[in-house]
């Protein structure tokens, strides 16, 4: 059956401003996409016939807006966040990031951190996920096995690495190879992925082609995996130029410079890309990623928490790079996109201070990453606009003392002060999802 939603609807067209219809109305067709958006049924096109078709139901006084979209997380990392957090990126990563990843050779304890991670992403509004796993394919299958099963959004990678990391996080370029391939054919048991990814409906869980990233990756690493993207036309993730000793290694290790050396092993829009961090991205490497229309995942509280710096988003977006928001649980401490806007923003203001020449981030800038744009990478995602997929959050803010503030207000008084407690329903493509089953 047919629905349409009764609320105060907010999302963003575009990142300059919200678009707000006090107590409006948006349709979405069996399949899960939004079919229009109205201040009232009449402009919406729903007559009397039309109507006694389709299901109305009426949120009152609630907010509606479009579900969270988190471009870089580290499923594996979970357990550690809010740990470390006095140490820089390099010795971060070999004294806990590491050791934890290795657990995943577990599946009993995969499962166990899975569950919670999953359930916890449901909790605070993430409905669509580019989410690091660890190299152990069984405990990649796992956390796809659970996406599936909630009916969350998800691009999961296995992760690819085999240098400079410890023996029990090296694997074989073929044993990459295999494992991949065994959950590529899980995901398209009847079709191919490049005709599957054509379709109106891609499969909600698929594999995203996963290099951890360059100095863990020798070449014959990267190349297989620029195969495996290109082979099964499958989008790549990975990190870009997040600090100062890393790019210093990279030059070292490939004799170029950061974007140069993934663009060379055909890792860089060649199928879609999305990058985290890439808070020292020059010139040169900017123009790169706008002509092969790399994502930037911006991951404003791992760079404060492992010491790298602040990213040019400003600059990034006058020049018409896409860019979304990530957690990037553990070097991230929060899980919540909502937090990852507000730390944006502020970041952005910091920045601005520094340079002056640019204006820091509006809200409905942080929004629309967080949103519309974070959602392109995943589809036509994160937009109320006809033809996008349901994805969306439903906000009781009733608890916040809203009397007597706008609708912009209240939404951003949610987004500082508000929490997962005031989120009362949540949808993916159409679906209302209900709360994730943990193991404890």
Known sequence: MKKIYKAHILYTKDKDHFEVLENGYVAVDTDGRVTGVAADLASLGADASQCRNTEIIDFGDRLLIPAMNDLHVHAAQYRNQGIAMDLELMEWLQEYTFPEEMKYADTVYAERMYRRFVRDLWRVGTMRTCTFASIHTEST???????REAGMGALVGKVAMNRNCPEGLSESVEEMVKGYESLIVETFPETSPETSLQAPYPPLVRPIITPRFIPSC???MLRA???????????VQSHLSENRDEIALVQKLEGTWYGDAYNRYGLF???PTVMAHCVFTEEE???LMKRNDVVVAHCPTSNLNVTTGIAPIRQFLNEG???GLGSDISGGHNLSIFQVMVYAIQLSKAYYQQHHERPYLTLSEAF?????????FFGKVGSFE???EFDALVIDDSDLNHDHYTLLDRLERYIYVGDDRQIVHRFCRGKEIPEPKVNL
């Open 141 to 147: 299958r796992m956390l796809m096995h659970l996406f």
């Open 218 to 220: 020798p070449p014959e």
């Open 225 to 235: 995996c620029s195969e495996l993207a290109s082979k099964y036309q499958l989008p």
């Open 269 to 271: 829009g060649q199928t």
């Open 285 to 287: 490497e900017m123009q």
């Open 321 to 323: 790079v896409r860019v």
């Open 368 to 376: 629309w990453m967080a949103t519309k744009c974070g959602g392109s």
């Open 386 to 388: 006809p033809g996008y």
